[in-house]
């Protein structure tokens, strides 16, 4: 399935290369929401509160009132969990929260899930050059995307995998990598990064594994059904 995404920076629709480059603005955030509207799943990341350099609450509740939302970027605490599925999320996506001292903090995924129940919640593994990268994808750990996955399973419903390497890139996403996370869990797996061809998001399709898109859906280079 592919699964649009929205980021949010300044009040804007934005698009980023490697997480840093901007590529795409748009301050017309209704056409994107209209744009996706039918789909039953859309990725929605709030990339200031991620950077800790504001929030676009307001915005979130506004498209989580339209489209079906899975929403991150700054949820470290059970609290601000709450909140975000209160402003109607359907899920939520945590990342660098669910590290601590270079490791999986199995104890705040524990209350997390205890708090708020597996079934609504993502866990987001960034891997770029075979480790998890956390912190805007700046600091990598020394553990692999596979080791915080079998650490995570018990607590989280889904996991997220973004192949940093190639994020934004449109060159394609790295199918082997992600065919041996699919081996590594039961729990559903959604992929992203470089994503940006229709046979791409099939073969993923064929393993079980969702697809989030966004640069090649905002350049054009990829059309919805």
């Not at 805007?136 to 419903?157: C, K, N, S, Y």
Request: with cysteine; net charge negative.
């Amino acid at each position: 399935m592919l699964i649009p995404s929205i980021d949010l920076q300044g009040g804007k629709v934005v698009q980023l290369v490697q997480g840093e480059r901007l590529a795409i603005e748009s301050a017309d955030i209704d056409s994107w929401v209209r744009r996706f509207a039918g789909r039953p799943k859309v990725q929605l990341i709030d990339l200031d509160a991620a950077k800790g350099e504001g929030s676009n609450s307001a915005i979130v509740a506004r498209i989580c009132g339209t489209l079906p939302c899975r929403v991150g970027g700054g949820i470290r605490s059970v609290e601000r969990a709450l909140a975000i599925l209160a402003l109607g999320a359907q899920k939520v996506i945590l990342g660098s929260a669910l590290f601590r001292d270079g490791k999986v903090d199995g104890d705040f995924a524990k209350r997390l899930s205890d708090a708020v129940g597996a079934g609504r919640l993502i866990a987001a593994v960034d891997g770029k050059g075979g480790h998890v990268v956390v912190h805007g994808w700046r600091t990598a750990l020394d553990v692999t995307p596979a080791e915080a996955i079998a650490a995570l399973e018990p607590f989280f419903g889904e996991f997220l995998y973004t192949h940093v390497d190639l994020e934004g890139l449109m060159r394609g996403t790295d199918m082997e990598t992600i065919a041996a996370l699919r081996g590594k869990t039961t729990r559903a797996l959604t992929a992203a990064g470089g994503i940006t061809t229709r046979e791409e998001i099939d073969r993923l399709d064929a393993m079980g594994v969702d697809a989030v898109v966004g640069m090649a859906l905002y350049t054009g280079r990829l059309e919805l059904d």
